[in-house]
C-alpha cells in the first residue's frame, strides 16, 4: 500500500483520504460560478469577449490541476465511486471550457453549430449542482471521520469484527 507508483510513502489514512476529497471537491466547486459564467458567455452575442478567452484558459488550468491531484490521490476501495464520480464531473467541466472555446473563438459563425451554443448559453447546468451535491456529501463524511476516535478511524470503513459487537443476551452488561 504505498502512494504514487515507485513511491515508498504509505497511503494516507481514511479519514485523510476522505479530507482531501472533500477539498478538492470543495475547490472545483467555488470555481463553478466563474466557469458557468465564462461558459455561458461563450454561448451569448457574438462575438464573444477576448476577456472571455482568457478566463476559459484560466479556469482549464485551475481545473486541470485538481484533476490532475485527484488522479494521483491513492483512496481505499471505499471510496472509489465518490473519486470516480468527482474525476467524470471534473472531466465535464475541462470538456465543457474547451469546447466553449474552440466554438466561441473558431473565427467563423457557422449555424451548423448553432444548437451547442445555445446549450452552452445555460453553462454547466445539472452537472453543476452535482458537483456542489457531492463536494457538500465529501464535507460531511469529512467532518463525520474527523469526530470518530483515532483508534475506530481504522473501522470506518465498515471494518468490523463479530467480537466488537454485543448481542442482545451477550456480552459483559449481562453477567
Avoid at 453553462?123 to 483508534?151: I, M, N, V
Amino acid at each position: 500500500m504505498s502512494g504514487v507508483e515507485g513511491d515508498d510513502r504509505p497511503r494516507q489514512p481514511y479519514r485523510e483520504q476522505v479530507r482531501t476529497l472533500a477539498d478538492l471537491a470543495a475547490q472545483a466547486a467555488s470555481l463553478q460560478p466563474g466557469a458557468d459564467a465564462a461558459i455561458a458567455q461563450c454561448g451569448g452575442a457574438w462575438p464573444v469577449p477576448d476577456a472571455a478567452a482568457l478566463e476559459l484558459g484560466r479556469l482549464s488550468r485551475c481545473y486541470s490541476l485538481l484533476y490532475e491531484q485527484l488522479l494521483r490521490l491513492e483512496i481505499d476501495r471505499e471510496l472509489t465511486e465518490r473519486r470516480n464520480e468527482l474525476r467524470s464531473l471534473l472531466a465535464y467541466h475541462l470538456h465543457m471550457l474547451r469546447d466553449a472555446g474552440d466554438l466561441a473563438f473558431s473565427g467563423r459563425h457557422d449555424e451548423r453549430t448553432e444548437p451547442f451554443r445555445r446549450e452552452l448559453a445555460e453553462g454547466l447546468g445539472s452537472y453543476a449542482t452535482r458537483l456542489l451535491h457531492l463536494a457538500a456529501e465529501l464535507r460531511k463524511s469529512a467532518s463525520l471521520a474527523a469526530d470518530q476516535p483515532a483508534d475506530f478511524a481504522g473501522s470506518s470503513r465498515g471494518e468490523f469484527e463479530l467480537d466488537d459487537v454485543y448481542l442482545q443476551g451477550d456480552g459483559p452488561q449481562d453477567e
